[in-house]
C-alpha cells in the first residue's frame, strides 16, 4: 500500500491539517498552508445500526450479502466502524444471524474492517409496553449466562455489547459474567427501579442505549430510570439526534447533564433509512409510513417505528439543533463511541487510518472516506438495493 496524505480542515480549530498515511496507518499531522472547503474526521462509529438503505439485520432471513451491502452503504455515508444490531428475537433466530455476521467477516474484508463485534439489544428488556418499544413481547425472556454463551458458540464470540433491562433479580449476577468476558453491557428498554440501576452500575454496566427513548409515554415525575441514568457519572449514554426521537431542547439538557465526553451520538437507523417516502411493510413494525422529513411511523400513527437518520445526519442536526460546537458533536460520533470499539474513531499518529471529509452547510455532505488507508467512496458512488439507487449525499 503506497503512501497517501490527505489535506482537510481541523473542525475543531482554523487550522488545515496535513495527514500522512503509510501502509494503512497515520503517521504525521501537521498544519499546511494548503487550502481546501472540506472538514476532516475521523470515520464516524455508530454502536446502533439495525439496518440502512434496504439493507435489513433484522429481516426474517439475512445473508452474507446482507452485511456486506449494509457495509457498503454506510461507507457512503461516513461510517468507518459499526455494530450489527440484533433486536429480541427467539434464540435459534438470533444464532442465526450472529452465524451469518460471523461469516461475512470471515470471507469479506470490509466486513472484517468495519465490524468489531454485534450488538445484541435484547431479548432481556422490559415486557411491559412503552418500554418495550417495537421489541416483541413473545421474544422477551429473563437472562441466561447460558444462552450468552450459546450465542457466543455459534458465532465464534463476536457478541461485544448487549442492552438489557436491569430490573431482573439475577441481573447482577450477569451482568457481572458478561463483563468478566470482556462484553459492553448497557442498560435500555428498562423500567428498572433507581436501585437496580445503580447495582447494575456496580455489577459493571457502563453505557445506556439511546437515553430518552425505549420508555413509556408517561412516567414519574421522579422516580423514573432517565434522571438516575443521567445522574451516575460511570455510565455513558447514547442518544439519537435524528430530529424526531428526542426534542432539541430534550437532547440539549440531556447533553448538560452527561457532558460531551460521556456523550455518544447513534444513527439506531432500521432498513428504510435512505429511502424514499412511501408506505412500507416491515418484519418490525408491521405497516409503517415514511415521510418526507424523515420520520417514520406506523400506519394511521404518530408513534414512531424507528430511525431513518444516518450518523452523519446526526452530528448535523446535534449542530443545528442544539448549536453544539461541530468539533464536540464530531466527538460524540467518533473517539467516544470509538472507546467501546476497541479504541476506533481517532486521528491520531499509529491510529488506523479511517478517515471521512466532508462540508458542513446545513447538514454534512460527504465526499470521501478512506477505510485504513483506501479510499473506499469517492464522490458519486451508489449503492444499488432492489431497484432503489443510493447516490446522493446526506
Not at 433486536?87 to 469479506?108: D, F, G, S, W, Y
Not at 439526534?241 to 432539541?248: E, F, I, K, T, Y
Request: charged content about 15%.
Amino acid at each position: 500500500m503506497s503512501t497517501t496524505t490527505i489535506i482537510g480542515r481541523d473542525p475543531g480549530s482554523s487550522h488545515t491539517l496535513s495527514v500522512k498515511i503509510d501502509a494503512g496507518v497515520i503517521t504525521l499531522i501537521e498544519p499546511t498552508d494548503s487550502d481546501t472547503d472540506l472538514y476532516l474526521s475521523p470515520g464516524f462509529v455508530d454502536l446502533q445500526v439495525n439496518g440502512f438503505a434496504g439493507f435489513d439485520m433484522n429481516a426474517e432471513h439475512t445473508s452474507t450479502d446482507t452485511v456486506v451491502g449494509l457495509v457498503d452503504a454506510l461507507l457512503t455515508q461516513g461510517v468507518t466502524c459499526f455494530l450489527p444490531t440484533i433486536i429480541t428475537a427467539p434464540e435459534i433466530q438470533i444464532c442465526e444471524k450472529l452465524r451469518v455476521i460471523a461469516e461475512a467477516r470471515r470471507i469479506h474484508p470490509r466486513a472484517a474492517a468495519c465490524i468489531p463485534f454485534v450488538h445484541l439489544e435484547g431479548p432481556n428488556i422490559s415486557p411491559l409496553d412503552g418500554y418495550r418499544g417495537a421489541h416483541p413481547l413473545n421474544a422477551v425472556r429473563p437472562p441466561s449466562i447460558e444462552e450468552f454463551d450459546r450465542w457466543q458458540e455459534a458465532s465464534g464470540g463476536i457478541v461485544g455489547m448487549v442492552t438489557l433491562s436491569p430490573h431482573y433479580s439475577d441481573s447482577p449476577t450477569y451482568i457481572a459474567a458478561l463483563v468478566t468476558r470482556g462484553v459492553h453491557v448497557a442498560l435500555g428498554h428498562t423500567h428498572a427501579s433507581f436501585q437496580q440501576i445503580a447495582q447494575a452500575v456496580n455489577a459493571g454496566a457502563s453505557l445506556s442505549t439511546h437515553l430518552g427513548n425505549g420508555i413509556a409515554q408517561e412516567i414519574p415525575r421522579h422516580a423514573n430510570p432517565i434522571w438516575s441514568q443521567l445522574a451516575d457519572d460511570r455510565l455513558s449514554a447514547s442518544f439519537i439526534a435524528d430530529g424526531h426521537h428526542l426534542p432539541h431542547d430534550i437532547l440539549k439538557v440531556m447533553l448538560r447533564a452527561k457532558g460531551i465526553d460521556r456523550s455518544i451520538l447513534v444513527s439506531d437507523s432500521v432498513a428504510l433509512a435512505g429511502m424514499t417516502p412511501g408506505t412500507y411493510t416491515t418484519v418490525v413494525g408491521g405497516q409503517v409510513e415514511l415521510h418526507p422529513d424523515g420520520r417514520l411511523c406506523m400506519v394511521g400513527s404518530d408513534l414512531l417505528a424507528g430511525s431513518t437518520a444516518s450518523l452523519a445526519q446526526c452530528v448535523g442536526n446535534l449542530v443545528g439543533m442544539t448549536k453544539t460546537p461541530l468539533s464536540d458533536a464530531l466527538a460524540m460520533a467518533t473517539v467516544n463511541p470509538g472507546r467501546y470499539a476497541g479504541g476506533r474513531g481517532r486521528l491520531a499518529i499509529g491510529s488506523r487510518a479511517d478517515l471521512v471529509r466532508f462540508r458542513c452547510n446545513k447538514g454534512l455532505q460527504i465526499e470521501d472516506v478512506w477505510l485504513a488507508g483506501e479510499q473506499v467512496y469517492p464522490h458519486g458512488y451508489g449503492v444499488s438495493r432492489k431497484g432503489i439507487e443510493r447516490s446522493r449525499n446526506c
